[in-house]
């Protein structure tokens, strides 16, 4: 959480010290929501998700580590009008854009890791234990 707040986030929640991390959300914005949250937890998130989402809301469900199917409050997501978008892998032309994006704007991704590509199963170990902070990149 340190290092979040070292590269410029406002405010950090830990989901697993606050289970009800949706309502701290909303909390931390004097109840009005969040406008975008990034969804990678899938089924067993998104309700915390909705819940921190602004009325008119956007999530963009791009993981699903926690299982393919669940239970949606669609409640919840009538009255707050909140958005969900599946976002894929894009095409190469979308990737290209991207790196083109990323170099313009001189952004620098957080690489927690690199490994020569002999040692790729050390860093999928690694990448499993969960203890990277950023990317863990393989060297061609």
Not at 27 to 36: A, C, F, I, N, P
Not at 49 to 55: E, F, H, L
Not at 70 to 84: D, Y
Request: charged fraction near 20%.
């Amino acid at each position: 959480m340190a290092k979040l707040q070292r590269l410029g986030a406002d405010n950090v929640i830990n989901y697993k010290a606050v289970p009800e991390w949706g309502q701290k959300a909303k909390d931390l914005t004097d109840g009005r929501g969040v406008d975008h949250v990034i969804e990678v937890g899938g089924p067993a998130t998104l309700s915390e998700s909705i819940t921190a989402c602004r009325t008119g809301g956007h999530i963009a469900l791009i993981g699903l580590l926690t299982g393919f199917t669940g239970e949606v409050s669609i409640p919840a997501l009538f009255s707050n009008q909140i958005r969900i978008s599946g976002i894929s892998i894009g095409s190469r032309a979308d990737q290209e854009d991207m790196i083109r994006a990323i170099t313009i704007n001189r952004l620098k991704p957080i690489i927690d890791r690199r490994f020569p590509l002999q040692e790729i199963g050390t860093a999928f170990k690694y990448y499993e234990s969960q203890m990277h902070f950023g990317k863990v990149c393989l060297e061609l």
